[in-house]
C-alpha cells in the first residue's frame, strides 16, 4: 500500500486506476438499484439493466442514421426490456452521472409516467469519445439512446429533442473537450 509521501510506480496507479473504475461501476449499478427500489416503492413497475458495454457514437463511426448513447444488454435481460419497451413511449427521462478516471459512469431512467414505467440503464464509456457525438447532437438537435444485445439484434432507440443532460458538460467534466 502507498502511504503519504511514497512515489507510486507506473503499476501501482495502474492498480489504483482500475480499482476506482471497478469501484465507480460498483457504485453506478447500487444506485441504479436504489433508484428502482425508490420508483417500486411509488408504484411503479421497473426494469434495470446493467450494460455490458456502452459507447458513444458519432455518425463518423460509418451510419448516418445510427448515432448517440449505445448500450449493450446481455440477452437475459433482452425480453424484460422489450416487454416495457413495447408497452410505453418514455417521454421523459433523467440522467444521473459520476466521473472517474476519464470514465463517465451513468444510470439512464427512462419514464412513461402514463402507465407508470421505467427502464433504468446503468452503463460506462470513455470521455474522450464525447465529442463526436456532441457535435452530432449539436447537428442533427437530437440524440438517441440505442439498446441492443450481444448478437448486434437491436431491441430499441428512445429519441430525445432536449439531449444536453445526456452528455458530459465540457465545462464541468475533466477530460471531456468541447
Do not use: C
Not at 427502464?119 to 469519445?129: S, T
Amino acid at each position: 500500500m502507498t502511504e503519504i509521501g511514497d512515489e507510486e510506480t507506473p503499476d501501482q496507479a495502474v492498480k489504483i486506476s482500475k480499482s476506482a473504475v471497478k469501484n465507480a461501476w460498483q457504485q453506478t449499478n447500487d444506485e441504479m438499484e436504489l433508484l428502482a427500489e425508490t420508483r417500486r416503492e411509488d408504484g411503479w413497475e421497473t426494469v434495470s439493466i446493467p450494460a455490458v458495454d456502452t459507447a458513444t457514437v458519432s455518425r463518423d463511426a460509418g451510419r448516418e442514421d445510427w448515432f448517440g448513447i449505445v448500450h449493450v444488454i446481455p440477452g437475459n435481460y433482452a425480453d424484460a426490456f422489450t416487454d416495457a419497451f413495447e408497452r410505453g413511449t418514455f417521454p421523459q427521462y433523467e440522467v444521473y452521472r459520476n466521473v472517474v478516471d476519464g470514465f463517465a459512469f451513468q444510470v439512464t431512467e427512462l419514464l412513461d409516467p402514463e402507465i407508470e414505467t421505467a427502464i433504468l440503464l446503468a452503463g460506462q464509456y470513455e470521455l474522450r469519445y464525447v465529442p463526436g457525438m456532441r457535435s452530432t447532437a449539436h447537428e442533427e438537435d437530437m440524440l438517441y439512446t440505442h439498446v441492443k444485445t450481444l448478437d448486434g439484434t437491436v431491441l430499441g432507440s428512445f429519441r430525445h429533442d432536449e439531449f444536453e443532460p445526456l452528455m458530459p458538460s465540457p465545462d464541468r467534466t475533466p477530460g471531456v473537450d468541447r
